[in-house]
Structures are given as structure tokens and as C-alpha cells.
T-cell receptor
Framework: AQTVTQSQPEMSVQEAETVTLSCTYDTSESDYYLFWYKQPPSRQMILVIRQEAYKQQNATENRFSVNFQKAAKSFSLKISDSQLGDAAMYFCAYRRWGGATNKLIFGTGTLLAVQP | GAGVSQSPSNKVTEKGKDVELRCDPISGHTALYWYRQSLGQGLEFLIYFQGNSAPDKSGLPSDRFSAERTGGSVSTLTIQRTQQEDSAVYLC??????????????FGSGTRLTVV
């Protein structure tokens, strides 16, 4: 069974600085998707960035980028120029390629605080 | 609708009572998912619908939990004889399926269930 591990329950960053959130996963499959979701106090999960495992190039979305290390099964999220609005819970998630279900498997999350 | 709508937003119920949680997905989204988020935990998969059928209900924790979807649209998650351990946020998500690329899911804001 696939598992997702986020080893940092809480992180803190100064406004305008850079922070990296860690995520590792375990799978025996070669094709899959990885995601980072943000959950603000409103509870709605917001997709931050996604990565297809077959792509070697790391995904980037504005201030958000990932470091995808397939062999190490590592998928970290880097937030550059942190803003107060980035404060939220961040979840790493895995989804297998194809199959009867497309469910996401989530880590336990990292609570990010942004200090002014 | 423009987003995934869940109702009620908050629900307080007495132990032993039955509750119904509703999810109205984005129009045209054939896939629908229910997740449970307990305090300090990640999201736990409950059930997946494709259209009106549920090919994966492996995450339902007990036979007190059931879900249905009608008309390929609205879904209802029912918890019978609620217990205190059922207290959690219940999140619904929908997505398009059958695309050659992976879409993230669109989540609702969840229902916070408190069993007293």
C-alpha cells in the first residue's frame, strides 16, 4: 500500500523568506501523480502544484516549486518570497496512475506560520 | 455550480443520533470523493463514486457509514448511531475523469461534525 509521510508537523518562516516543506512517499509503482494542497482556516483544500512522475522537470507555479527526487521518493515544496497569505496547513498527496479508483492518499500535513 | 457545495457547514449531534451530510459537486464532474479529517490528522479516504456507482468504498470505517449518489450529481453521506469518534470534518471533492492528464480535485469547505 502507498503511504505519504510529512515529518514536519509545524514550520515557521519570516515574510519574504523562503521555506521548504518535506514529503516522502512509498510506492512500488512507476507511474503516479504527486500533489501539494493548501488548507487555510476556511477548510477548503486548494491545489498548489502537481507533478507527474514520468516528468523529470520539476513543476513550478509562480512562487511555488517542487524538488521531485523519484529515486529517493521525495517531493518537497519550496515557497519563495513567503507572504502572510501563505499561512495554512499544507498537505502532500499521492495518486496512482489509472486503476479502479483515483483516490488521493494524504500525508498528515505541515502547519506553516508566516511571521511579519 | 461554480464550486463544490457542502451542507451543513457545521453540525452538532447527540451520540446515538443519525446524521446526513450533503455534497453538491461541480456540474459535469463524474467523480466524487468523500474524505474524513480528524483533528491533527491528514485526510482519510472514505468512498469514491463514478457516476452513481461506488467502485471503491474501502475507506468506510464501519457499517454505520453509508453513502449514495443520485443523478450523477448530489451525494449524501449518512452516519447512523453516531459515536464521539465520528467527530471530524467531512470533506467532499469532485473531478472530471477520463482525461489523459491528471486534474487535481475541487474540494468543498467541508462539514464539521461534533458528536456530544
Amino acid at each position: 500500500a502507498q503511504t505519504v509521510t510529512q515529518s514536519q508537523p509545524e514550520m515557521s518562516v519570516q515574510e519574504a523568506e523562503t521555506v521548504t516543506l518535506s514529503c516522502t512517499y512509498d510506492t512500488s509503482e512507476s507511474d503516479y501523480y504527486l500533489f501539494w494542497y493548501k488548507q487555510p482556516p476556511s477548510r477548503q483544500m486548494i491545489l498548489v502544484i502537481r507533478q507527474e512522475a514520468y516528468k523529470q522537470q520539476n513543476a513550478t507555479e509562480n512562487r511555488f516549486s517542487v524538488n521531485f527526487q523519484k529515486a529517493a521518493k521525495s517531493f518537497s515544496l519550496k515557497i519563495s518570497d513567503s507572504q502572510l497569505g501563505d499561512a495554512a496547513m499544507y498537505f502532500c498527496a499521492y495518486r496512482r496512475w489509472g486503476g479502479a479508483t483515483n483516490k488521493l492518499i494524504f500525508g498528515t500535513g505541515t502547519l506553516l506560520a508566516v511571521q511579519p | 455550480g461554480a464550486g463544490v457545495s457542502q451542507s451543513p457547514s457545521n453540525k452538532v449531534t447527540e451520540k446515538g443520533k443519525d446524521v446526513e451530510l450533503r455534497c453538491d459537486p461541480i456540474s459535469g464532474h463524474t467523480a466524487l470523493y468523500w474524505y474524513r479529517q480528524s483533528l491533527g490528522q491528514g485526510l482519510e479516504f472514505l468512498i469514491y463514486f463514478q457516476g452513481n456507482s461506488a467502485p471503491d468504498k474501502s475507506g468506510l470505517p464501519s457499517d454505520r457509514f453509508s453513502a449514495e449518489r443520485t443523478g450523477g450529481s448530489v451525494s449524501t453521506l449518512t452516519i447512523q448511531r453516531t459515536q464521539q469518534e465520528d467527530s471530524a470534518v467531512y470533506l467532499c471533492a469532485s473531478s472530471r475523469e477520463g482525461s489523459p492528464t491528471s486534474y487535481g480535485y475541487t474540494f468543498g469547505s467541508g462539514t464539521r461534525l461534533t458528536v456530544v
